[in-house]
């Protein structure tokens, strides 16, 4: 296994463009996340899914941003009309939650990241 | 919503320095991380230590839970131990999300 993936590494765009980033993640992992980060900041929640369904949004997510993961696989997050302070680099993480219900331990491995640079 | 706090912000070490980073976080968690992110961005599990004290080689960690606070300790640094050092929390009911702090920033100098 070669961990998380993502793609593109880097994007550079215009204002007003759409992007989407994709997220490959550890194949036997069940929960996809996805995060933001600003230079100086840390990590910002934005999605999260379990298998295909996308259990919980941030307030951050607005609704130009979208996210899927159609078979419970690989995660896309799509950013409509960009906007410059979309400018961030974009993470994936995925998990394997373990044991029953909401007990055990569910740790975090991270992509490289997506570094959106937008004009 | 929980609020993590790290300190020191900023932290320089001479190579073969020890030093201790601290999480404090607002209300109770069941899982709490940490990770180091390397100068190209990519984030690094480290432990994941709710509580108890756990080591892994230079690196040590010990979380209180009850004090809401959590420890990692770095022996002999060296310069690729710098980067920013993440605490994060969660949990289990909020779906394994985790809510991270601002970082440390740790640069050790040769």
């Known amino acids: 296994d070669t961990g998380v993936s993502q793609d593109p590494r880097h994007k550079i765009t215009k204002r007003g463009q759409n992007v989407t980033f994709r997220c490959d993640p550890i194949?036997?992992?069940?929960?996809l996340y996805w995060y933001r980060q600003t230079l100086g900041q840390g990590p910002e929640f934005l999605t999260y899914?379990?298998?295909?369904?996308?259990?919980?949004k941030s307030r951050l997510l607005s609704n130009r941003f979208s996210a899927e993961r159609p078979k419970g696989s690989f995660s896309t997050l799509e950013i409509q009309r960009t906007e410059q302070g979309d400018s961030a680099m974009y993470l994936c993480?995925?998990?394997?939650?373990?044991?029953?219900?909401?007990?055990?331990?569910?740790?975090?491995?991270f992509g490289a990241g997506s570094r959106l640079t937008v004009l | 919503g929980i609020q993590v706090e790290q300190s020191p912000p900023d932290l320089i070490l001479q190579e073969g320095a020890n030093s201790t980073l601290r999480c404090n976080f607002s209300?109770?968690?069941?899982?709490l991380q940490w990770f180091h992110q390397n100068p190209w961005g990519q984030l690094i599990n480290l432990f994941y230590?709710?509580?108890g004290t756990k080591q892994n080689g230079r690196l040590s960690a010990t979380t209180v839970a009850t004090e809401r606070y959590s420890l990692l300790y770095i022996s002999s640094s060296q310069t690729t131990d710098s980067g920013v050092y993440f605490c994060?929390?969660?949990?289990?009911?909020?779906?394994?999300?985790?809510?991270f702090g601002q970082g440390t920033e740790l640069s050790v100098k040769p």
């Open positions: 993480a995925s998990s394997s939650q373990q044991g029953t219900g909401f007990s055990g331990a569910n740790v975090l491995t």
């Open positions: 194949s036997e992992h069940n929960r």
């Open positions: 899914f379990q298998n295909e369904a996308q259990l919980e």
């Open positions: 209300d109770s968690v069941n899982n």
């Open positions: 230590i709710p509580s």
């Open positions: 994060a929390v969660g949990r289990y009911n909020q779906g394994g999300k985790l809510i």
